[in-house]
């Protein structure tokens, strides 16, 4: 486990960083770290899971089945 979350980050990132920090039964808590990076276009991102996104700097924009708005996550909003 890393002694903090942002420990071990390249400001140069060709692929995003995704790694698991825990995991226990049904629970999986993973840092994903992207810099500017999204998907191909027309992909969809299908899962079977539930998830939680705590953004905690920068800023990210998601699209959700079924809303055609984006949701936009900013630190502090």
């Not at 390249?10 to 810099?35: H, K």
């Not at 079977?48 to 996104?53: H, K, S």
């Given at each position: 486990?890393?002694n903090?979350?942002?420990?071990?980050?390249?400001?140069?990132?060709?692929?995003?960083?995704?790694?698991v920090?825990?995991?226990?039964?049904?629970?999986?808590?993973?840092?994903?770290?992207?810099?500017?990076?999204s998907s191909?276009?027309?992909?969809?991102?299908?899962?079977?899971?539930?998830?939680?996104v705590?953004?905690?700097?920068?800023?990210?924009?998601?699209?959700?089945?079924?809303?055609?708005?984006?949701?936009?996550?900013?630190?502090?909003?």
């Amino acid at each position: 486990m890393k002694n903090n979350i942002f420990s071990g980050i390249s400001y140069a990132l060709p692929n995003e960083i995704c790694e698991v920090l825990c995991q226990a039964g049904n629970l999986r808590i993973e840092r994903i770290v992207s810099r500017g990076h999204s998907s191909p276009p027309a992909f969809w991102y299908d899962q079977d899971e539930n998830e939680f996104v705590l953004l905690i700097k920068g800023c990210a924009c998601l699209t959700l089945e079924g809303d055609s708005a984006q949701v936009v996550l900013a630190e502090g909003a």
